[in-house]
C-alpha cells in the first residue's frame, strides 16, 4: 500500500518563475492539504482540498493556488516566486469519508525542497 | 500569534530512561491533538493522538497526556531509544477550521 507520494523531491528556481508541486494521495484517502516547512520551523498550513474545491485556506497570499484531481492527486502552483518561499513543501492527505473529520489523522509526503535563489 | 508552543527546542536523555516531551496551546477551541516524528529528509510521521474528552491516550511505549485546564500536553516515550532521536512536532486542530498547527518542534537525542 503506498503512502503518501511526491514528486520532485528537490527544485532550484529564481525568483519571479512560477512552479508546480505534485502529490499523490494515500490509498483511500480523499482529501489533500498542503503545509509550508521553513528552516527551524513547525509545518504552517497553506490550504486544504476536498471533492477538487479548496475547503479552507491559511494565511498565504494568492501567488499560491492549488488544484485537485478526479483521481484525489492534487499540484500546489507557486506564481512570483521570492526568496522567502524557500521551504520544505508537505503535502498531507486524509479521509473525510470515514472519519466525518478531515484532520483526525493526516499522513505526511517526504516532501518537496524548493530553494529559490 | 503562536497558538501552539513547544518551549524546549531541544532535549537529550539516557537509553532506557523516559523522554518526556511538552507542549502548550492556546486556541481553547482545539480539540484534537496530535504528535508526529520527523527525520531529517523524510515527511514527518503519525506517532499518537489524543481526542480533548480523554486525557491520557497510550500506544506501545508512546503516552500522550492532555490537561485541558492548563491547555497542556505531553508525550512520554518509556524506556527510550536511540532510534527515537528525531524532530518531534505537536499539532492541533479543532474549531472551525480544518487544519492542522503545528509547534516548532523538539529536537530529542537518545544517547546510548
Known amino acids: 500500500d503506498a503512502g503518501v507520494t511526491q514528486s520532485p523531491t528537490h527544485l532550484i528556481k529564481t525568483r519571479g518563475q512560477q512552479v508546480t508541486l505534485r502529490c499523490s494521495p494515500k490509498?483511500?484517502?480523499?482529501?489533500v492539504s498542503w503545509y509550508q516547512q521553513a528552516l527551524g520551523q513547525g509545518p504552517q498550513f497553506i490550504f486544504q482540498y476536498y471533492e477538487e474545491e479548496e475547503r479552507q485556506r491559511g494565511n498565504f497570499p494568492d501567488r499560491f493556488s492549488g488544484h485537485q484531481f478526479p483521481n484525489y492527486s492534487s499540484e500546489l502552483n507557486v506564481n512570483a516566486l521570492l526568496l522567502g518561499d524557500s521551504a520544505l513543501y508537505l503535502c498531507a492527505s486524509s479521509s473525510l469519508a470515514t472519519s466525518g473529520r478531515v484532520t483526525d489523522t493526516q499522513y505526511f509526503g517526504p516532501g518537496t525542497r524548493l530553494t529559490v535563489l | 500569534d503562536q497558538q501552539v508552543k513547544q518551549n524546549s527546542p531541544s532535549l537529550s536523555v539516557q537509553e532506557g530512561r523516559i523522554s518526556i516531551l511538552n507542549c502548550d496551546y492556546t486556541?481553547?477551541?482545539?480539540?484534537?491533538f496530535l504528535w508526529y516524528k520527523k527525520y531529517p529528509a523524510e515527511g514527518p510521521t503519525f506517532l499518537i493522538s489524543?481526542?480533548?474528552?480523554?486525557d491520557k491516550n497510550e500506544d506501545g511505549r508512546f503516552t500522550v497526556f492532555l490537561n485541558k485546564s492548563a491547555k497542556h500536553l505531553s508525550l512520554h516515550i518509556v524506556p527510550s531509544q536511540p532510534g527515537d532521536s528525531a524532530v518531534y512536532f505537536c499539532a492541533a486542530s479543532g474549531g472551525n477550521g480544518n487544519k492542522l498547527v503545528f509547534g516548532a518542534g523538539t529536537i530529542l537525542r537518545v544517547k546510548s
Open positions: 489524543i481526542s480533548s474528552i480523554k
Open positions: 486556541n481553547s477551541m482545539f480539540d484534537y
Open positions: 490509498s483511500g484517502h480523499d482529501t
